[in-house]
Nanobody, 121 residues
Framework: QVQLVESGGGLVQAGGSLRLSCAAS????????MGWFRQTPGKEREFVAA????????SYADSVKGRFTISRDNAKNTVYLQMNSLKPEDTAVYYC??????????????WGQGTQVTVSS
């Protein structure tokens, strides 16, 4: 059974930074791509960033490109999302997921429970 546990969310002022972490259980972490998605009430889950199994390839939503950075440490079974220059519209519950490198949520099989990020203006 794969478990994903996010941490690092919180309340931050606009222009600030947060670093989200997602720790994965199991010995197959390095075989899969990882992604970050976010969701606000009443809206569809939205792609944020993805990283290939090796970390050699990344992709970002246009709305976060240049501000967010996804990375992974396969030795620690952990994927990160560094979020800089945060804006109020980044406020959401952020989820990490394991699957195949894609911007589509259906490509991901396992999901964490989510961590709340709130950006105040």
């Amino acid at each position: 059974q794969v478990q994903l546990v996010e941490s690092g969310g919180g309340l931050v002022q606009a222009g600030g930074s947060l670093r989200l972490s997602c720790a994965a259980s199991g010995r197959t972490f390095s075989n899969y791509a990882m992604g970050w998605f976010r969701q606000t009430p009443g809206k569809e889950r939205e792609f944020v960033a993805a990283i290939s199994w090796s970390g050699g390839s990344t992709s970002y939503a246009d709305s976060v490109k240049g501000r967010f950075t996804i990375s992974r440490d396969n030795a620690k079974n952990t994927v990160y999302l560094q979020m800089n220059s945060l804006k109020p519209e980044d406020t959401a519950v952020y989820y990490c997921a394991r699957g195949y490198s894609s911007t589509v949520s259906t490509a991901y099989e396992y999901w964490g429970q989510g961590t709340q990020v709130t950006v105040s203006s």
